[in-house]
């Protein structure tokens, strides 16, 4: 099922600053305001994206690559919104977050509403969107890890390197290093596959299986560039 929840969007454009204007600090602290999981879905491994990684992960997009602002940019799996608003407050001309939890789409309008952007919103497994193309600029997601599902972070992954013309930005386990980028360049036909760095995913115990009250586990965040997409030169 795809429902289109709409765009939550206040008059105000105060936050919508160009990203120059918006530093790393000021971003982190914006997405350390905002609501997360009050009961998470171990089924849909909800855990929530931190605002270290999250602001670390849409900089690094937009200022070492050009690939947020004026961008359309798609959230995968955009749990309560942390990416997607990231992509707002750096100046996205166009934001489409996508989830197929209502619930954690409820709390993503809100956190969207209360910074007063400008977002879609749309309820959807990502398999299922049916877009056909190149419908967006970059795609930007923290997928499922795949300790419920087998597989299901390159599952998310082939979806989006079908629908970005310009760039992915994935976060994915350490330790699947080798089997993401053999996997992308050779299955999904990706025109390139590069970690930008390796980040600690702060994991709180969250779920009655949790033994201890925090894990750090060690990810990299990956920046794909999809076969279709056309270098400037050419």
């Known amino acids: 099922m795809i429902e289109n929840l ?7 454009e105060s936050l919508n600053q160009s990203p120059e204007k918006m530093k790393l600090k000021q971003l982190e602290g914006l997405l350390g305001g905002l609501q997360q999981f009050p009961q998470p879905k171990v089924e849909l491994e909800q855990y929530p994206t931190g605002p270290h990684i999250a602001s670390r992960m849409l900089f690094t997009a937009e200022n070492s690559f050009g690939d947020v602002s004026n961008k359309v940019v798609a959230d995968f799996g ?24 209502p619930e954690s789409l409820e709390i993503a309008s809100v956190n969207a509403e209360e910074l007063e952007l400008d977002i879609d919103f749309i309820r959807s497994n990502v398999l299922d969107l049916g877009w056909r193309g190149s419908v967006v600029d ?32 994935s ?4 330790s699947t290093r080798d089997h993401v980028k053999r996997t992308a360049l050779r299955d999904f036909n990706a025109r390139s596959a590069e970690v930008i760095c390796e980040l600690r995913f702060d994991v709180p115990k969250m779920y009655k299986f949790h ?24």
């Open 138 to 169: 970059t795609v930007i997601m923290n997928p499922p890890f795949g300790t419920r599902k087998k597989g299901a972070d390159l599952d998310f992954l082939s979806v989006a390197l079908k629908v970005a013309s310009e760039a992915v930005y």
């Open 171 to 174: 976060l994915h386990k350490t």
């Open 78 to 101: 955009c749990g309560c919104g942390t990416l997607g608003v990231a992509a707002a407050l750096l100046s996205a001309e166009h934001v489409l977050s996508i989830d197929i939890d």
């Open 6 to 12: 709409g765009r939550r969007k206040n008059g105000s």
């Open 211 to 234: 033994k201890k009250k925090e894990v750090d586990i060690a990810v990299d965040l990956w920046r794909f560039v999809p076969a279709s997409h056309q270098r400037s030169t050419s």
